[in-house]
């Protein structure tokens, strides 16, 4: 078996750097929506639509991103994805029309974003065999930085800037940090054994795409990752404004999301340990219950430290769990198709997140509250715990004697 190499952990920074840089560009837009409305005159709706649509579009473009980087590796499909993201930047903060902002910010900017997930989880599982959940958590935590280093700076450029200065700063920053960084990456090192040397404990290298795509294992993983973002990106999205009417000032409400934030960077961690410890599967499955009964936390916060109690604990498990699904990936798919496989449930957990902004508008336009956005929250959680549990491993296929052979 090929040994580890040091490397590997410098293949980790560079995909926590280059996600913090890529997410927080992209999660910038909520923080501008009120200057670009401002300046422009461009309707909310019309603005947060783009958010939308880069959501949509990351979701649609995972596969494409994962499956180019199968076939060619990781470090050209991210240099692709640094360059369309920083120009797509660039020419939305420039642009001159809402449906230009639509398609450069949503369009264009999400599409390039979804570089810089499948291809890099695919990588990192690879690289990794033992530690494999906590490596793949610490590039997702980086992930999850954006929140707490790009949008504070955001917000600060673009009382300096206007929102016009900010997109152009932010495609520089985009430019200068990922591009250096995806040329760090490797392909990562063949792996002929599990953790035990058991040839036969590997996915079967005859598995081909087909098989693997119409897979009952694959069709779990997308399910219950729908379900999960679905369940969580509500209360994401949703939760200042609903601690708004509850009577918290809008500057406190916003460190509620801050809070949340911090709290996913332990759980990414957290989980990571948990997962090479007692399993991905296991971990997950435990932390979607969680995550579905934290959720009904919310219909009983009523002032700020309630709404950050709750805000900490939703934001450990939800961000904690979501690693996971690329360790269940490596564990149970060949590695030529891990960008393919892994794209696939980032697609499904992108269209779940997109259902939460526009669920969590209806819910409050047609019953004036909050309150069953929460509990359809729940819902959905425990559907995602309930898909989960059924997932089961393909079964290991017998070692042919030439396997067996020492090399």
Known sequence: MVQESNYRWVVVAAGGLMGCIAMGAMFSLPVLLTPTTADTGWSRTGISTAMTIGFLAMAFASMMWGSLSDRFGARPVV????????????????????????????????????AFFAPMMATVTGWFVTQRSL????VSAGMG???????????????????????SILSIIVALATIPAALFLRRPPAMAAGPSGDVAAQPSE????????TSLPFATLVLTNFFCCAAHSGPIFHTVS??????????AAVSIYSVEGIAGLGGRIGFGLLGDRFGAKRTL????????????????????????????????????????????????????????????????????????PVLGGWI??????????????????LGAFLVAMTFTP??????????????
């Open 79 to 114: 240099l692709l994805g640094a360059v369309l993201l920083a120009t797509s930047l660039w020419l939305a903060g420039h642009a001159q029309s809402l449906l230009g902002f639509q398609l450069l910010f949503g369009l264009c900017a999400g599409t390039s974003v979804a």
């Open 135 to 138: 490596a793949v958590s610490l």
């Open 145 to 167: 930085l954006a929140p707490v280093t790009m949008s504070p700076l955001a917000a600060w450029l673009v009382g300096e800037h206007g929102w016009r200065g900010t997109l």
């Open 206 to 213: 005859a598995m081909t795409v087909r098989r693997a795509l």
């Open 242 to 251: 609903y601690a708004e009417l509850c009577g918290i000032s809008a500057l």
């Open 285 to 356: 499955v435990g932390g979607l219950l969680l995550q579905a009964l934290i959720a009904l936390g919310y219909l009983f916060a009523r002032d700020l430290s309630q709404f950050y109690a709750v805000a900490a604990a939703f934001g450990f498990v939800y961000a904690g769990t979501m690693p996971l699904y690329a360790v269940l990936v490596r564990d149970n798919f060949p590695p030529r198709m891990l960008g393919t496989i892994i794209g696939g449930t980032a697609m499904a957990g992108g269209l779940g997140m997109a259902t939460g």
């Open 364 to 381: 409050y336009d047609t019953t004036a509250g909050y309150g069953a956005l929460y509990l359809t929250s729940f819902g959905l959680g």
């Open 394 to 407: 393909f079964k290991p296929e017998p070692a042919r004697p030439s396997q067996l052979q020492p090399a």
